[in-house]
């Protein structure tokens, strides 16, 4: 294999693990946004979803009517 084709590989492979890692965050939030709308706190949003409860605060900022 030349050195192109392997960093064409590299690239390619990161580039995959990359997206896979952004999907899993999307639904992560995905599932908070959902949690906050049934109205569930943030403290229990922060330990099932494991996200940092800055992050949380800003997706609770997105809601139309956020508490």
Avoid: C
């Avoid at 590299?10 to 997206?19: D, M, N, V, W």
């Avoid at 952004?22 to 996200?51: I, P, Q, W």
């Avoid at 409860?53 to 809601?63: F, H």
């Amino acid at each position: 294999m030349t050195i192109a084709e392997t960093l064409i590989t590299r690239g390619k492979t990161e580039g995959i693990t990359e997206g896979i890692t952004k999907g899993k965050t999307e639904a992560t939030e995905t599932m908070a946004l959902n949690l906050f709308g049934e109205g569930m706190s943030l403290d229990f949003v922060a330990r099932v979803t494991a996200l940092p409860t800055e992050r949380l605060s800003q997706l609770q900022q997105e809601l139309p009517h956020s508490r």
